[in-house]
């Protein structure tokens, strides 16, 4: 089901360090996080949703997330963006 989310999601950021910045900047609505990534790079984005108040959903792989996002590799977490 989050996969579908990421899919019909219309206004997407991937990988972490983007992650990050849109939470930072709070216009991350949703974020998805790959259970199989590293958890030194997953961690610090699960803690700072916590922080913000964001929803943070575990999804089970980077593949299949990179592939939701339209993307040929794997990500290791994406977020929804609010809408403009």
Do not use: W
């Not at 989310?5 to 910045?21: D, E, F, P, R, Y």
């Not at 609505?29 to 964001?54: M, N, Q, S, Y």
Request: glycine share 8%; charged share 30%.
């Amino acid at each position: 089901m989050s996969y579908e989310k990421v899919k019909q999601a219309n206004s997407l950021t991937i990988g972490a360090k983007q992650t990050k910045k849109a939470i930072e900047q709070g216009i991350a609505t949703r974020v998805f996080v790959a259970d199989d990534a590293d958890p030194r790079i997953t961690e610090p984005i699960v803690t700072l949703c916590k922080e913000k108040g964001i929803a943070a959903e575990h999804v089970d792989s980077m593949k299949k997330l990179g592939k939701a996002c339209g993307i040929e590799v794997g990500a290791a977490t994406a977020a929804i963006l609010k809408e403009v």
